[in-house]
Each structure stands twice: as C-alpha cells, then as structure tokens.
C-alpha cells in the first residue's frame, strides 16, 4: 500500500502517529508527507490525515490562511479525481481554538464531503461525531483506541531521583497535571480546589505551556502565595517529561470537555493513576485496562472530588505494577488501521 498523510506537528510536539507510521513501514506501506506535487505526480491509495483543521485555523496572518485553504482544496480535487482515499482520524471535532470561524465554515463545506473514511479512538466517539456532522453517518467508520507512549520517552530515573531533580520532598504526596495548558484542561480549577482540600503532605505540581499569556496570568494567580503549588509553565522537552511523570503520585486532567486523552495514555505508559471526568472516551479507556488505574468523576472537579482521590491513589493496590497497556499496542493499531484502509480502497 502506498500512504500519504498530513500530521500538522513534529514527532516532539506528539510522537503518537509517528509510533503508529513506524510500525505501518514494517508491514511493507510505503508512507510520504502529502503534497500538491505528490498528489499529482504519484500513485497512492490512500491520504490519512490527522487534525486537518489545525494548520489552516490557527494560522494569524489571513492572506496564508486563505493560501493554506485554497492549497487544502486542491489537494482534495487531486486527490478525488486520482481515486485516493481519504481517510481521517478523528483527534477532535474541531480545532479547540479557531481564528477565523468564517474560513472554519469554508474548511468543513469543502473536506466533509470528500472523507471516504473515519477512524475514531472509542465507540462512544462515534454518535458524537454523527450528531456534529450528520453527513458522516454513512461513511465507512473503524474503530482504533490510541496507542500507548512506552518506549517513546526517556525513562531511565525512578521516583526518588525525579523528585531530586525537581526539588519536591520525598515524603509529600505529588498531585500533577502535565500537558500543554489550555482553557478547555481545567488548569485553574484544580488549582483551587487543591487548595481548598487543605492536606498535609501534599503538593500539586503543574507542568506545561500555557497557550497564552491569559491563561498563565490567572495560574499564577490561582496559585498566589501557596508554597505547595509548584508551576513549570513552560515548554517542557521530551527527555524531561520523565521526571515529572515518574515523581507524581496521581496524574489529574480535569477537562471540561473532551474527545479522547493522549496526556491520559501518557501517563499510564509511566505507570501513573490518573483522575479523569467521564466523558465521551474516558469510560471505554477504563474497559480497555484491567486493574485499579483510572478512578472517574462526574461533573465539574470539587476539592471532594480531588481528596478522595488521593485517598484512593494511596490505598489502590498492585500500585508497583506496570499499568496493562497491551491492548493498545501500536502493531496491533497499525494492523486494524491498515485493515480499515484495504476495506475502502477494495470499494
């Protein structure tokens, strides 16, 4: 098979379709960036995109947005008039945050109708997905999960060593959030109610760059004058996220909405418990992993909420064990995405 795809970010930036284009060339597909001369001059069975939305939304200057939607729509008119698939994995529904909503409209009108397949990471996904675009209910839908982080970060360093690293005391109880900050993630909630849990020996460390200086404003003075919040806001590198992981107790990602987590698979690839409202995917995360790895809430994170889940992280047993990942094994994945793609290509 001959694959191109769009992927809208370096391998640092998120190195899952990376893992999963990885184990896809060992199973003999050929697999190239997507470009307007490739399109043109090749002969390719399927284009796989990821987060297609992203490079032309976010872009601040209207004239190369305008360029990058007009470049997209020739790129899909290629691509139709070739017979190349179109296949796209739903990350999320829509950018999280849009620039130039009237160009969003113009970008929706235009790729929709041309998507010949649909890979979304649970089940739930899917009835979102049809009530959001209703002419995708009839398009052919394989059903992926995400694939694990193990093996795609640095970890050489245990708990004791990331927490000399990081200058946190070895006996305190570490709550983290780690992942870029954005105001969907809930950030400055976790940090009150943290706050307003009140317990000894505990401490909150969050680690990731803010999208912008607004939201790192009211962090910062969320977490004014309190001694047991700990910010790294900014940027953290790839041989880093080790530390922060391996030195947390419980991992809390406190979306107000959500579509599906790779910061969650992040965390279970470093054997971290993890706190996570029931939403949409979540649920189905928690079927895929035997043992006590993800503890649920439903509704908005109270400092209730967040107490009895670090009761829980505490007292959860087998908490040495590796987290059970197997079933989201990138061959595995790779495997069931080739397999959705052959479907389509033979129709």
């Not at 694959?3 to 199973?27: C, G, H, Q, R, W």
Request: aromatic share 10%; charged share 25%; with cysteine.
């Amino acid at each position: 098979m001959k694959l191109l795809v769009t992927i809208p970010f370096s391998k640092t930036a998120n190195p899952a379709p990376f893992l999963l284009y990885e184990e896809m060339d060992d199973l003999d597909v050929q697999i190239r960036s997507c470009s307007l001369r490739r399109l043109i001059f090749g002969a390719w069975d399927v284009w796989h995109l990821h987060w297609p939305a992203e490079n032309i939304l976010s872009e601040t200057n209207r004239p190369r947005a305008i360029a990058k939607l007009v470049l997209f729509w020739a790129r899909l008119k290629v691509a139709k008039a070739k017979n190349v698939k179109i296949f796209w994995t739903v990350h999320n529904l829509k950018p999280h945050e849009v620039r130039r909503p009237a160009l969003e409209r113009i970008f929706w009108s235009l790729f929709l109708p041309n998507v010949d397949g649909l890979i979304l990471m649970s089940r739930s996904t899917m009835q979102k997905v049809h009530r959001e675009w209703p002419r995708l209910s009839a398009c052919p839908t394989f059903i992926v999960p995400h694939g694990h982080y193990r093996g795609a970060y640095a970890d050489e360093v245990d708990r004791e060593g990331a927490r000399v690293k990081l200058g946190l005391d070895a006996s305190d109880f570490v709550v983290t959030f780690f992942g870029q900050i954005r105001p969907y993630k809930g950030v400055p909630n976790l940090i009150r109610c943290f706050r307003q849990m009140g317990q000894h020996g505990t401490c909150l460390m969050v680690a990731g760059c803010p999208l912008d200086q607004d939201i790192a404003l009211e962090i910062r003075k969320a977490a004014a004058g309190d001694p047991k919040v700990r910010l790294h806001l900014e940027w953290v590198r790839q041989d880093f996220v080790q530390y922060f992981l391996r030195a947390a107790d419980l991992i809390v990602l406190p979306y107000t909405e959500i579509l599906n987590s790779g910061s969650a698979l992040l965390a279970l690839s470093f054997d971290r418990p993890i706190l996570l409202p029931a939403i949409i995917a979540i649920p189905e995360l928690c079927e895929l992993l035997s043992g006590n790895w993800v503890r649920l809430y439903e509704g908005e994170l109270t400092s209730e909420v967040l107490s009895d889940a670090v009761q829980w992280a505490k007292q959860r047993p087998g908490g040495d064990a590796p987290a059970p990942l197997d079933a989201l094994d990138w061959n595995r994945l790779a495997k069931l995405t080739l397999a959705g793609f052959r479907k389509v290509d033979r129709n």
